[in-house]
C-alpha cells in the first residue's frame, strides 16, 4: 500500500464549483499535514497546513480524520487560477526521519470558462 | 531576495557523464533535500541533510552523491547518469523547529536529460 495515495483526476470543474480532493495515508504515526499545489512546470508551494480540528482559508477548507487516515481539501467557488496540481503531503515523524515529508503523487484541477 | 535557487535549470547529458547539480540558499535553512519527480511517481526524497556536514538517504539514493560543506549549498551530483536517471530534480529546504512548522520552500527545479 502506498504511504500516501490521492485519486489522480483529472477533476475538469466549471468556473464557481465547488470540488473535493480526498487522501489516505498508511502510517497512523504521521503526524502533520498538508496540501501543497503545483502549476504545470512549477515549484510545488505549501497551499495550507491541515489541523485536527479543520481549518479554512478563504475558499479553501482541509479536514483530517485521524481515526480513518483520511484528509479532504475542499475548494469552494471555483476559479480558473486554481487549475493545478494539488499535492497531499504527510509528514514522516517516525524512525529517524523526523521532518521528512511523503508526498502523493496529485490531484489534477483543471477550471473551465 | 532570491530564497532557494537552482542551477541549470535544463541540462542534457550522455549515459555515463558525471553531472552536478547546485542549489543554493539564502535563508540559512537547517535542512535541505533533494527530489526527483517522474510521471506516475511524484515527488521521491533522494538525499537530505539536516545541517552542514550531516546528510542522509531517503527513498531513492542509489545513483545519487551529496555534500554539504556549507550550510547555504547542497549539490547533487549523479556519478554516472543513467537514461532512468532523466527527471525534474527539485531542491528543498526547510527551517529546523517543531515539526509543527514543517513548510518546505522549493526551488525553481531541475530539467535533466540523460540520452
Known amino acids: 500500500r502506498k504511504e500516501v495515495e490521492q485519486d489522480p483526476g483529472p477533476f475538469n470543474v466549471p468556473e464557481g464549483a465547488t470540488v473535493a480532493f480526498n487522501c489516505t495515508y498508511s502510517?497512523?504515526?504521521?503526524?502533520?499535514f498538508f496540501w501543497y499545489r503545483q502549476d504545470c512546470r512549477k515549484e510545488p508551494k505549501l497551499l495550507m497546513s491541515?489541523?485536527?480540528s479543520g481549518n479554512e482559508d478563504g475558499r479553501f477548507t482541509a479536514q483530517l480524520n485521524r481515526a480513518s487516515q483520511y484528509i479532504s481539501l475542499l475548494i469552494r467557488d471555483s476559479k480558473l487560477s486554481d487549475s493545478a496540481t494539488y499535492l497531499c503531503?504527510?509528514?514522516?515523524?517516525?524512525?529517524?526521519?523526523?521532518?521528512?515529508?511523503?508526498f502523493g503523487k496529485g490531484t489534477k484541477l483543471s477550471v473551465k470558462p | 531576495d532570491a530564497g532557494i535557487t537552482q542551477s541549470p535549470r535544463y541540462k542534457i547529458t550522455e549515459t555515463g557523464r558525471q553531472v552536478t547539480l547546485m542549489c543554493h540558499q539564502t535563508?540559512?535553512?537547517?535542512?535541505m533535500f533533494w527530489y526527483r519527480q517522474d510521471l506516475g511517481h511524484g515527488l521521491r526524497l533522494i538525499y537530505y541533510?539536516?545541517?552542514?556536514?550531516?546528510?542522509d538517504k531517503g527513498e531513492v539514493p542509489d545513483g545519487y552523491v551529496v555534500s554539504r560543506s556549507k550550510t547555504e549549498n547542497f549539490p547533487l551530483t549523479l556519478e554516472s547518469a543513467t537514461r532512468s536517471q532523466t527527471s525534474v530534480y527539485f531542491c528543498?529546504?526547510?527551517?529546523?523547529?517543531?515539526?509543527?512548522?514543517?513548510?518546505?520552500?522549493f526551488g525553481p527545479g531541475t530539467r535533466l536529460t540523460v540520452l
Open positions: 502510517n497512523s504515526a504521521s503526524q502533520s
Open positions: 491541515v489541523y485536527s
Open positions: 535563508w540559512s535553512h537547517s535542512y
Open positions: 528543498a529546504s526547510r527551517a529546523s523547529g517543531t515539526l509543527s512548522y514543517n513548510e518546505q520552500f
Open positions: 503531503v504527510v509528514n514522516m515523524n517516525y524512525g529517524g526521519s523526523q521532518g521528512n515529508l511523503i
Open positions: 541533510s539536516a545541517a552542514a556536514d550531516i546528510t
